[in-house]
C-alpha cells in the first residue's frame, strides 16, 4: 500500500507539489480506502467532444496540437473539472502519445480514431523502438504543472482537487501499435502474442520502459495518482490475460506505486478478469457498468479500492431513471471506504451536458456523511 502522507521528499519534487495537502483530497483518500466526508467523483472523458467549451477550442486546434500545447491542454483540463464540479482533474492528452519518440507515426482521421501508418508486425520493428526519447513527452507533463498550480488551494469546501495523470497500458498499447488502430478480433496482436516468444515479451518490456519514464514525469509535475488504462484487456480470456500481460501489466503499476502515488488500473468488459487484474497489485480497480459494483468489488477483494461504474449511457436517459442508477451504484456501495463514483467508460459525444452535472451533484448530496 502506497503511504502518501509518510512519503519522503525528495529534493527534485517541485514545491508545489510540496505543498499540496494530499491529505485533504477526498478523491486521493478514498484511492487509499480511507474514510471521506462524501464519495468523490470524477467522469472518464469529462473534458471531452459532448462539451461545447471543448469544441469551441477544437474548432481551431487539431486533437494533438490540443495535447502538445501545455497552455490549451491545461486549460480544457481545469475548464471540464470546474464546469462539472468534480473532485478530481484528468489531464488533457491521448493514451497513444508515447508513441511518437518511440518511433512510430500516427494520426487522428476524423470519423476514424487514431491510424498507425506503419504498423508494428515483426521482430525487427520491435527492436527498432525507441525507449530512449521519453523526455520528448515533457509537454504533458507541463500541462500537469499547470494545472496542479491552478488548483494548488483547497476548493470553498476545504477539499484538494486530486490530479490524474495517465497512461495506456501494455496490451492496450501493443493493440493500437499493431493493428494499426481501433480493432475488433485484435487478429494481428493475438498472432504475435501466440506465435512470436521473442517480440511480443520485448514489446511489452519496451513499453513498460517507456511509460514509467513518461508517468514519472507525470508525478514530478503534480499528479497525486495515476490511472492506467487497459480499455481493450476485456478482449482476452482469462488464460491469456494471465499468460501474456498480467506480468507487464503488474510490472507497470509496481513501478508506478514506486514513484509514491496510488495506481487506477482501468479495463472495459473485464468482469471474469477482474480477480487477475486485482494482482497487478493496483490501489484502485475500474469496473464497467455491466457487473453490479458490489459483484466487481467483490471479484476484487475488500482489500482495494473500486471506481466506477455507471453505464455513460445512462446519461442519455430521462431524470429519474437516471437518478435512480446514480443511487443504485451508491447503494451497491454501501458507504464502504475506497469508492470513487465514476462511469464504467468514457462519456460519448452528444451526452447532455446537464445530466452529467446533475449526476455529479446527486452523488454529492446521496453521500454526505
Ligand atoms: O477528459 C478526458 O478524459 C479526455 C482526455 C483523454 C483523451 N483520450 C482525449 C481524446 C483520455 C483520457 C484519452 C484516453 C484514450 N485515448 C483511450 C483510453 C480511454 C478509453 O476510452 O478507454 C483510448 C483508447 C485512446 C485512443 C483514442 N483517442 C481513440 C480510440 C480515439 C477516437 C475515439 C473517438 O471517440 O473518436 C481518440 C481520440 C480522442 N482522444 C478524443 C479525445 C477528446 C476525441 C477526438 C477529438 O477531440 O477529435
Request: with cysteine; glycine share 8%; charged share 20%.
Amino acid at each position: 500500500m502506497v503511504d502518501l502522507l509518510s512519503k519522503a521528499p525528495t529534493a527534485s519534487a517541485s514545491t508545489e507539489k510540496m505543498n499540496r495537502q494530499t491529505g485533504t483530497s477526498r478523491f486521493v483518500r478514498a484511492c487509499l480506502r480511507q474514510p471521506v466526508d462524501k464519495t468523490p467523483v470524477w467522469l472518464l472523458r469529462q473534458a471531452g467532444r459532448y462539451m461545447p467549451e471543448y469544441m469551441a477550442v477544437r474548432k481551431h486546434h487539431t486533437l494533438l496540437e490540443i495535447c502538445k500545447t501545455p497552455g490549451i491542454a491545461s486549460e480544457v483540463t481545469i475548464t471540464a473539472a470546474e464546469r462539472l464540479g468534480v473532485d478530481a482533474a484528468i489531464i488533457f492528452a491521448d493514451l497513444l502519445l508515447p508513441f511518437t519518440p518511440m518511433g512510430v507515426d500516427f494520426e487522428f482521421l476524423a470519423g476514424e480514431g487514431p491510424v498507425v501508418h506503419a504498423p508494428v508486425r515483426t521482430l525487427e520493428q520491435v527492436r527498432a523502438l525507441r525507449t530512449d526519447r521519453v523526455g520528448e513527452l515533457a509537454y504533458v507533463a507541463e500541462a500537469i504543472e499547470r494545472v496542479a498550480r491552478h488548483f494548488s488551494a483547497p476548493r470553498a469546501d476545504g477539499d484538494q482537487l486530486g490530479i490524474i495523470g495517465f497512461c495506456g497500458a501494455p496490451f492496450t498499447l501493443a493493440s493500437y501499435m499493431i493493428e494499426g488502430g481501433s480493432s475488433r478480433n485484435y487478429i494481428e496482436t493475438k498472432r504475435m502474442m501466440y506465435g512470436d516468444g521473442v517480440a511480443w515479451p520485448l514489446l511489452m518490456e519496451k513499453l513498460v520502459e517507456v511509460l514509467v519514464g513518461y508517468a514519472a514525469q507525470q508525478v514530478e509535475a503534480g499528479a497525486d495518482v495515476i490511472q492506467i488504462f487497459d480499455s481493450w484487456a476485456g478482449a482476452l480470456s482469462v488464460t491469456d490475460y494471465r499468460e501474456y500481460c498480467l506480468k507487464p501489466s503488474a510490472e507497470l503499476v509496481k513501478r508506478i506505486q514506486a514513484l509514491g502515488v496510488p495506481v487506477i488500473y482501468f479495463g472495459v468488459d473485464t468482469a471474469s478478469l477482474l480477480p487477475s487484474m486485482r494482482e497487478t497489485g493496483a490501489d484502485v480497480i475500474g469496473l464497467d457498468w455491466r457487473i453490479p459494483l458490489s459483484e466487481g468489488w467483490k471479484a476484487v477483494g475488500e482489500g482495494c479500492a473500486v471506481q466506477g461504474n455507471l453505464d455513460p449511457i445512462a446519461l442519455f436517459a430521462p431524470e429519474d431513471v437516471l437518478r435512480a442508477r446514480v443511487r443504485e451504484v451508491i447503494d451497491e456501495a454501501a458507504g464502504r471506504p475506497g469508492h470513487i463514483f465514476n462511469l464504467g467508460h468514457g462519456i460519448v459525444p452528444g451526452t447532455p451536458v446537464e445530466s452529467v452535472i446533475k449526476t455529479v451533484q446527486w452523488v454529492k448530496e446521496f453521500t454526505a456523511r
